[in-house]
């Protein structure tokens, strides 16, 4: 269609420090910024002084070409110790904090603001820093592999910048930092959000425990949502998941309230939000009141979300441990499509002509075991499977029982786990066995087979909000 002025979508001169949209899927500051939409600019100015500022950018050199669009890298810190005794007992936050990024994500606004584009990198992910000069110390250090998490604990909002920057040759024009407080609050204030889950959710580390169902989540248990990561075998890719569950349905509560256009609701909002959140500098009054007009016409389905893609589970590296190392080929079409800001399905590769499982091989661990009796075909299981993409141990043993046929021994809180590796294993048979955990066993037994699988759409890969909230789970 030829392109026309809209006068309901009137713009001021694009400016690179200046978004509009920049932050509306984030799990706290999105709410203050819709709803500027119905308040004046005085009002919004006192805002922009309760928000804690931070400069990321300081002296960054050697930086990646800057695409189309606007990118925020939005990191959500621990911060349990501005939490109450009395709470973190209640949401099992004991610990100490680590001073580390819980969440990152980068939120990808298109030129034309009609898309909004988010990708979950796993907080495990190997990365490489660049070289870099400690803040405190003054010590310079070589690049050197880490955690992509724990960027932020050794150089702070800038090294976790520069890291996410060197590992995606995505340029960064915002940065926003959230906490567990923030994040609680929020919800709170917002009356809860609804979820909708088909499977049973708990976890013991956290104290999640959802039945199948529709749930509101207060800001207590939406944490515990967000935090989970042994709620499946799936690990921190399951927690991504509920992340961008999460993300669409504040989205969806946010602008179907009607705090938008309520300045009563408004206050009381961004008063428990602002307290803890941090923003560049460059993100000030202006920018949330052109954020709040945007976002009037905005709704889930104009928002996409995916984590980047995996290519090896339990990469291990020394010093380090375990970690996620992304798969070279599938990430860079990811990237590339922010820097060209093409929407993120561009980037999915064609599907093959393969059995559909319900969870991605990648997010399902297995131990083998050599059933048959015969020597090496435990090995040859394992390759066979880790080939096929499943997280396998890498150290296969020997059964103590025989089996005719493979046998896959599950825990039936991972039901969805096991039926997908039976795709991939044509005629084995399925045994639940109660407190078996996260890790799948396989037997293998005589004429041990394994075929490759696909995910279904929308459990990895693409999924726009719409896809992810309540009505897009049937």
């Not at 961004?270 to 954020?291: K, N, P």
């Amino acid at each position: 269609m030829p392109a026309s002025p809209r006068p309901r979508r009137r713009r001021p001169p694009r400016r690179r420090t200046r978004p509009r949209w920049a932050l509306r899927l984030t799990t706290t500051l999105s709410v203050v910024v819709l709803a500027s939409a119905g308040i004046g600019h005085s009002v919004v100015a006192t805002l922009d002084a309760d928000i804690a500022r931070v400069d990321p950018f300081k002296d960054m050199k050697n930086r990646p070409r800057a695409g189309h669009g606007m990118n925020v890298l939005l990191v959500g810190t621990d911060g349990r110790d501005k939490i109450s005794e009395d709470e973190r007992r209640k949401y099992r936050l004991g610990g100490a904090p680590c001073h580390c990024t819980d969440t990152i994500m980068i939120v990808h606004i298109s030129e034309d603001r009609d898309r909004a584009s988010v990708v979950s990198l796993p907080r495990d992910s190997y990365a490489e820093t660049p070289p870099h000069t400690d803040e405190t110390t003054g010590q310079h250090h070589k690049g050197h592999p880490i955690r992509i998490n724990a960027a932020y604990a050794e150089g702070g909002p800038q090294l976790t910048v520069r890291t996410v920057e060197h590992m995606t040759g995505v340029k960064i024009d915002h940065y926003m930092e959230v906490d567990f407080t923030s994040f609680m609050k929020t919800v709170d204030v917002l009356g809860g959000v609804k979820i909708c889950t088909s499977e049973p959710l708990r976890d013991s580390y956290t104290g999640l425990n959802l039945s199948p169902g529709t749930h509101t989540l207060l800001g207590g248990e939406a944490l515990q949502y967000v935090r989970s990561r042994h709620a499946d075998a799936s690990s921190d890719l399951g927690r991504m998941k509920r992340q961008q569950r999460f993300l669409a349905a504040l989205v969806d509560r946010t602008t179907s309230s009607g705090i938008l256009f309520n300045p009563l609701r408004f206050r009381d909002v961004t008063r428990a939000v602002l307290g803890s959140v941090r923003a560049d500098r460059g993100f000030g009054t202006d920018e949330l009141i052109d954020l709040g007009r945007a976002m009037r016409n905005f709704s889930p389905s104009s928002s996409e979300f995916m984590t980047v893609p995996i290519g090896q589970m339990g990469f291990a590296v020394k010093g380090i441990g375990s970690t996620l190392k992304w798969d070279p080929v599938r990430s860079a079409r990811v990237f590339q499509a922010l820097r060209d800001d093409k929407p993120l399905a561009t980037a999915r590769p064609r599907a093959a002509a393969v059995p559909v499982v319900d969870v991605a091989p990648s997010e399902i661990r297995v131990q083998v075991e050599n059933g048959s009796g015969t020597d090496g075909l435990g090995r040859r299981a394992d390759t066979a499977l880790s080939s096929a993409g499943f997280h396998t141990t890498g150290k296969p043993v020997t059964s103590a029982s025989r089996v005719t046929h493979t046998v896959i021994q599950y825990d039936p809180r991972w039901d969805r786990s096991a039926r997908s590796l039976g795709v991939a294993l044509p005629g084995s048979e399925l045994r639940a066995v109660k407190g078996l955990g996260a890790t799948l066993k396989v037997i293998a037994g005589a004429g041990f087979e394994v075929r490759k699988v696909r995910v279904r759409e929308g459990e990895v890969g693409v999924v726009r909000g719409d896809e992810v909230g309540c009505g897009g789970q049937g």
